[in-house]
């Protein structure tokens, strides 16, 4: 523990530990020091000057070492000048003051100075409401400006800095805090300043522009209007929003959010989102989120949605009542006499999820994930245990990243690992190829795809990696399915599991799965497991799908699908599942319903109805309901009551309710109250940060040693490919395509080569070439990536091509 | 007693000598008060541009929730007001207002203003939203309307003056 000093703020005696900011000591005596260009998850840099107050300290007599009394208390001495409380660290007997006249005096001089050229446009500012330099310009501002109209220096106010975020030169302080965040903090140095004095802008080296997936937070962050999205442009004023907690449900991080929302006359008077906010937990994203949790939300609001049950008549689908529906569906599931196959995705919260195994534990049918990553069995018994926290880990922690590219697979643990990594935590990535998290590691393990468990392995055996895994405090696993398949991963996810077996259930160790979608690991939890054949599962079976669409991925599960006896379709959307089924129930998405998630750190976490249901859609937990009870099976219908049953039915949730997941706690650093200066627009958690799922090493039991099954292995032929998936971030799935904005990242489908093996192909960057794998033959253009094996094609996940796992393939140029 | 009878009738001859005090409303209609607080009217500048900018202060000012905005980007292709931003939706509950006037003191470009019209009547609720198109008044005769085609870089602030204000 470091060193407690004594001092003084604004005549409050306080103890701090040396070397604290008297910025950050005085927040925690709840003292504000207004700042700008200071901000608690950055270096401090005292550009911006707003902080100053008034530093005196202790004359100490050079003879004794002894500090001077007077009066029997030591003397103080203060500086001729007003000294930055961002940039200086307390030290005993320090006497601050922030509030006196002079520290006063050169706080107004300061907002005086940025206000020189401020347009002073709030009117039509998106800041505007939720502004620091707002606020402390009618706290410290001078009201009359000494400076002439005429003499303000006019700048260009609609810069585009890449599709999402525009800049607006006239509002910048220039404190820097967005080129730090890129810097400092997701390690993306893409924006930067040009120029000097007063013609200091803001540009972006890359092209595409701003070329991050963090950028959104640059606009938290921003103590001005220079910043914002174009996604929230001019979209609605920030005091008219309401806000409602949530958490995202894009990927298995779980960042907790808030959905701004109001009533909108072009949304023809509906209440819609307006912009997605990061809500703050210390322990799951901190204040920051990633812009496919920010921008990619505009599924929810899509016209296309399914409004109706639908029923097929004639060969035909038919709108239908909800009454019909459900008998129909009901009874074909209880006349299928146990045929019955419920097939979901970690799409589906806890709640949803639980009522399906339930309705197939009641209907003697099989409960199917839909997905192409296993391991969850693994995660379940060796995952992290209560209390692991990224933000907390640092030197004496070790974190393997197996197999996944974070970058793209979960952002927001890629921002957490990089981190850890800079705090002094030994970072191992193994991977295939080349990912963004190489440049933080210590160690990076390549190996040739396919031979994933062999160098998981074999890591252990080498002298500095095995050292750094062995004798480490804190070991976190994390593996992900980085040209891998169902049964790929969960051989990973076996090796993987082997390092972390001794130390399961203890904070900050175990098995970390990055899974594609938001609660696959509520999935696997609850009961749920992936088949290796799903085709020969669904055929001649009663099917019943729950948010997947495997008709859409796979044109071999279309046939089998085809070939089933009876098909009901739960989804958000007319997908080509449901274009096959005979009986089509419309389900809410989760902004307009109540539920929780399970993170991928075994967190769960409940999120609450945003915006009211589409049409006449229910929660997937209500229909399930609904149908079961037409099938004769009881379920509960609120989300309140499946929690109940689903906390005494499945171990991992004991002791969980709805009251302990709304539980919060003080945080910090401080973000979200009335001192937006301070930390963001980030909201404060006050509807709750979660619990952890109970572990095995925390109910006593010892786990087996994990299995690992035997694998065919592909080997090209002359002339032919071996074809991976991988993860991409912005891919075509349903919940991310109907985002507009997002159009351009998502792009068309691409495969990645190496240059040299294009060149033999003949096909240079962003030329066509046709790709044949699994039945299907697609054109597809060309990435070029020099760390790509010689005869492998990396086809990204998602993208219209049917690829659950490493395959062979043919390529050639169109 | 009776002098005191003959007084009062009095008065009443010489009222009957003066006009009446009444007007016959509709007919004839009374001129309004300088300052008076009527229907509201959505300005422009001369050069035909909408003076409102959809800042929606006028409804964060208004104690009754009458207002409505919704706000849009402007293009110099398609350009509704001076500056980036405009009112796309405006609305205004005339059931809901009180003509307190409060948003024309909130208003930073002076767009809303409270007229002279009081002569409003609705046998419909709906009716009795005021939607934009309402509530803006015509260009001045020969002046184009909105939106207007501009060149490009004129219109680039949405409160031409910022001045300090005048005591």
Redesign the interface.
């Known amino acids: 523990m470091r060193k407690q000093v004594r001092l003084t703020i604004d005549d409050r005696q306080i103890t701090a530990p040396a070397g604290t900011l008297i910025v950050n000591a005085a927040k925690q005596i709840g003292i504000d020091i207004p700042v700008f260009c200071y901000h608690p998850k950055m270096e401090p840099v005292g550009m911006c000057r707003m902080c100053l107050v008034e530093v005196g300290r202790p004359i100490i007599d050079r003879n004794t070492g002894q500090p001077v009394l007077e009066d029997g208390q030591p003397k103080i001495q203060f500086g001729p000048k007003l000294e930055t409380a961002c940039t200086t660290p307390v030290s005993e007997g320090m006497v601050v003051r922030g509030m006196s006249e002079k520290a006063k005096a050169g706080q107004n001089e300061i907002v005086e100075f940025l206000l020189t050229s401020h347009p002073l446009d709030c009117p039509i500012c998106d800041k505007g409401g939720e502004c620091p330099l707002q606020n402390l310009t009618m706290e410290h501002g001078p009201g009359k400006s000494r400076f002439l109209y005429d003499e303000k220096f006019h700048l260009e106010k609609r810069v585009p800095l890449g599709d999402l975020i525009f800049l607006d030169r006239e509002r910048c302080i220039q404190c820097a805090r967005c080129i730090r965040f890129q810097d400092e903090i997701a390690g993306e140095p893409v924006i930067g300043f040009y120029n000097r004095g007063r013609a200091t802008d803001i540009v972006t080296y890359t092209d595409p522009g701003f070329d991050s997936v963090f950028s959104g937070n640059t606009t938290d962050i921003c103590p001005v209007g220079a910043l914002t999205t174009s996604d929230f442009r001019f979209g609605a004023r920030t005091w008219e929003l309401k806000s409602t907690a949530s958490v995202c449900g894009q990927c298995p991080v779980g960042c907790n959010i808030v959905f701004n929302t109001r009533r909108e006359a072009k949304a023809d008077g509906r209440i819609v989102i307006k912009r997605v906010m990061p809500r703050q937990n210390e322990q799951v994203n901190e204040i920051w989120l990633c812009d496919k949790g920010r921008f990619a939300y505009h599924y929810t609001e899509n016209g296309a949605r399914l409004s109706r049950p639908l029923v097929k008549k004639n060969g035909k689908l038919e709108a239908s009542s909800w009454d019909e529906a459900a008998a129909i569906a009901g009874g074909k599931l209880r006349s299928a006499d146990g045929e019955v196959v419920v097939l979901a995705s970690g799409r589906l919260s806890n709640e949803d999820l639980f009522n399906l195994k339930s309705l197939a534990d009641g209907l003697g049918g099989k409960a199917l994930l839909y997905t192409q990553m296993g391991g969850g069995d693994l995660t379940a018994r060796f995952g992290v245990g209560a209390g692991t926290n990224f933000g907390e880990m640092g030197a004496g922690t070790t974190i393997l990243v197996a197999a996944s590219d974070l970058y793209n697979e979960a952002p927001v643990w890629h921002l957490r690992v990089k981190g850890a990594a800079k705090r002094g935590a030994t970072v191992i990535v193994a991977n295939g190829r080349e990912t963004k998290l190489d440049a933080f590691a210590k160690y990076v393990v390549r190996y040739a795809y396919g031979d994933e468990v062999e160098t998981i392995n074999g890591l252990q055996q080498k002298e500095k990696i095995g050292e750094a895994i062995t004798s480490a405090e804190n070991l976190v696993v994390l593996f992900g399915s980085d040209g891998l398949g169902l049964n790929g991963t969960s051989n990973l996810a076996a090796a993987c599991a082997e390092l972390v077996q001794g130390r399961a259930g203890k904070p900050n160790n175990g098995l970390i799965g990055v899974w594609p979608k938001a609660n696959d690991q509520g999935a696997w939890e609850i009961g749920f497991r992936p088949t290796d054949d799903l085709s020969s599962e669904l055929k001649g079976k009663t099917v019943y799908v729950v948010a997947a669409d495997p008709a859409g991925d796979d044109p071999q599960l279309a046939a089998a699908l085809k070939e089933a006896k009876f098909v009901i379709a739960q989804e958000l959307f007319q997908t080509a599942t449901a274009d096959l089924a005979d009986v089509v129930l419309p389900a809410q998405a989760y902004t307009e319903r109540d539920g929780s998630f399970t993170s991928g750190e075994r967190r769960a976490q409940r999120f609450y109805a945003a915006v009211p249901a589409f049409g006449e859609s229910q929660a997937d937990y209500a229909i399930t309901a609904l149908v079961a009870d037409a099938a004769g099976v009881e379920l509960a219908d609120s989300a309140g009551q499946v929690f109940e049953n689903l906390v005494v039915t499945v171990e991992a949730f004991a002791g969980l309710t709805y009251e302990i997941l709304a539980e919060t706690a003080e945080q910090w650093p401080v973000v979200g109250r009335g001192d937006m200066y301070y930390g963001g627009t980030t909201y404060e958690n006050t509807r709750g940060l979660g619990a952890h799922l109970v572990g095995w090493g925390e109910r006593g039991e010892t786990a087996s040693r994990p299995r690992v099954q035997e694998e065919t292995e592909l080997r090209p032929k002359e002339g032919q490919w071996l074809a991976v998936p991988v993860t991409k971030l912005y891919d075509q799935g349903l919940t991310v395509r109907s985002s507009k904005l997002l159009e351009s990242h998502i792009g068309a489908a691409t495969v990645t080569l190496h240059p040299e093996a294009a060149k033999r192909l003949g096909a240079g960057a962003g030329e066509l070439v046709e790709i044949s794998l699994n039945g299907t033959t697609a054109q597809v253009s060309v990435l070029l990536d020099e760390t790509v094996s010689a005869s492998v094609a990396l086809l990204p996940r998602g993208m219209g091509l049917p690829i659950s796992g490493p395959v062979v393939a043919g390529l050639k140029k169109v | 007693m009776l002098k005191e009878l003959g007084r009062g009738l009095l008065t009443t001859f010489k009222m009957l000598l003066e006009g009446p005090v009444t007007t016959s409303y509709p007919e004839e209609k009374r001129e309004v008060r300088p300052r008076f607080r009527g229907r509201h009217v959505l300005k422009r500048y001369d050069n035909g541009l909408e003076k409102c900018?959809?800042?929606?202060?006028c409804?964060?000012a208004c104690p009754a929730d009458a207002i409505?905005v919704?706000?849009?980007?402007n293009t110099d292709e398609e350009r509704y007001s001076p500056?980036?931003?405009y009112a796309?939706?405006y609305?205004i509950n005339m059931l809901r207002c009180i003509y307190c006037g409060f948003c024309e003191d909130a208003c930073?470009?002076e767009a809303v203003v409270l007229g002279d019209n009081y002569e409003l009547s609705f046998t419909d609720r709906h009716d009795a939203i005021y939607t934009k198109d309402l509530l803006l008044e015509p260009a001045s005769e020969g002046r184009p309307t909105t939106p207007q085609t501009v060149e490009p870089g004129v219109y680039?602030?949405?409160?031409p003056?910022?001045?300090?204000p005048k005591d």
């Not at chain 2, 900018?53 to 202060?57: A, D, Q, R, V, Y």
């Not at chain 2, 003056?161 to 300090?164: L, R, T, Y």
Request: with cysteine.
């Open positions: 900018i959809g800042c929606s202060l409804a964060a409505f919704e706000a849009s980007e500056g980036e931003r796309s939706t609305e930073p470009t680039t602030r949405s409160v003056q910022m001045e300090n």
